[in-house]
T-cell receptor, first 114, second 113 residues
Framework: AQSVTQLGSHVSVSEGALVLLRCNYSSSVPPYLFWYVQYPNQGLQLLLKYTSAATLVKGINGFEAEFKKSETSFHLTKPSAHMSDAAEYFCAVISPGGSEKLVFGKGTKLTVNP | KAGVTQTPRYLIKTRGQQVTLSCSPISGHRSVSWYQQTPGQGLQFLFEYFSETQRNKGNFPGRFSGRQFSNSRSEMNVSTLELGDSALYLC????????????FGQGTRLTVV
C-alpha cells in the first residue's frame, strides 16, 4: 500500500528565508506525486506535480520540488519565503497502475515570521 | 472557467440525522472524488465516481454513500450521523486520468452536535 510521510507537522521560517518541506513516499513503483496548499477554510490548490517527466518540477508561486527515486523523496522548496506562503501544505501520491485515489500525507503547517 | 462548487459551505446537524452534500465539478470533468478532512485523521479518501459509476471506494462504513448524475454532479450522503463525522468534506473533480490534477472545491464544513 502506498503511504506518504511528511516530516515536521509545523515549520517556521523568517520572511526571505529558504522554505523546505519534506515528503517521503512508500510505493512499489514510482508514483505520481503532488504538492497541494490549503489556506484556512479553503479547499486544496495544486502547487506542482511529478508524473515521470523531468525530476525537477517547477510550480506556482515560486515553489519547486525534486523527485529523487533513490531517496523516495519529493521535497518542496522555495528560495525566499513570503508572508503569503503561510498555509498548510500536503504531499500526495497516486499509483500509475492502481486506484485513482490520492493518498495524502498528514500535512505541514508553514508559519512565516516577519 | 468555473471551479468546483460545493454546497452548502456549512452545516450543523444532530446525531442520528442524515445529511446530503452536493458537488458540481468543472465542466467537462467526468471524475468526482470525495475526501474527509479531520484534525486527527487528516485527508482520507471516501469514494470516486466516474461517468455515474463508483470506481473506487475508501475504508468508510456503509453509512457513507454517494452517487453521480449524468451531468457529472455528485452527491454524498451520510446517514445516522455520529459526532465523529464532524469534518470538512472536500470534493475534487478531474478528467479521470491519474496524470492530471484534481481540482478541489472549498469544502462543506459539517458539524454534528
Amino acid at each position: 500500500a502506498q503511504s506518504v510521510t511528511q516530516l515536521g507537522s509545523h515549520v517556521s521560517v523568517s520572511e526571505g528565508a529558504l522554505v523546505l518541506l519534506r515528503c517521503n513516499y512508500s510505493s512499489s513503483v514510482p508514483p505520481y506525486l503532488f504538492w497541494y496548499v490549503q489556506y484556512p477554510n479553503q479547499g486544496l490548490q495544486l502547487l506542482l506535480k511529478y508524473t515521470s517527466a523531468a525530476t525537477l518540477v517547477k510550480g506556482i508561486n515560486g515553489f519547486e520540488a525534486e523527485f529523487k527515486k533513490s531517496e523516495t523523496s519529493f521535497h518542496l522548496t522555495k528560495p525566499s519565503a513570503h508572508m503569503s506562503d503561510a498555509a498548510e501544505y500536503f504531499c500526495a501520491v497516486i499509483s500509475p497502475g492502481g486506484s485513482e485515489k490520492l493518498v495524502f500525507g498528514k500535512g505541514t503547517k508553514l508559519t512565516v515570521n516577519p | 472557467k468555473a471551479g468546483v462548487t460545493q454546497t452548502p459551505r456549512y452545516l450543523i446537524k444532530t446525531r442520528g440525522q442524515q445529511v446530503t452534500l452536493s458537488c458540481s465539478p468543472i465542466s467537462g470533468h467526468r471524475s468526482v472524488s470525495w475526501y474527509q478532512q479531520t484534525p486527527g485523521q487528516g485527508l482520507q479518501f471516501l469514494f470516486e465516481y466516474f461517468s455515474e459509476t463508483q470506481r473506487n471506494k475508501g475504508n468508510f462504513p456503509g453509512r457513507f454513500s454517494g452517487r453521480q448524475f449524468s451531468n457529472s454532479r455528485s452527491e454524498m450522503n451520510v446517514s445516522t450521523l455520529e459526532l465523529g463525522d464532524s469534518a470538512l468534506y472536500l470534493c475534487a473533480s478531474s478528467v479521470g486520468n491519474r496524470e492530471t490534477e484534481a481540482f478541489f472545491g472549498q469544502g462543506t464544513r459539517l458539524t454534528v452536535v
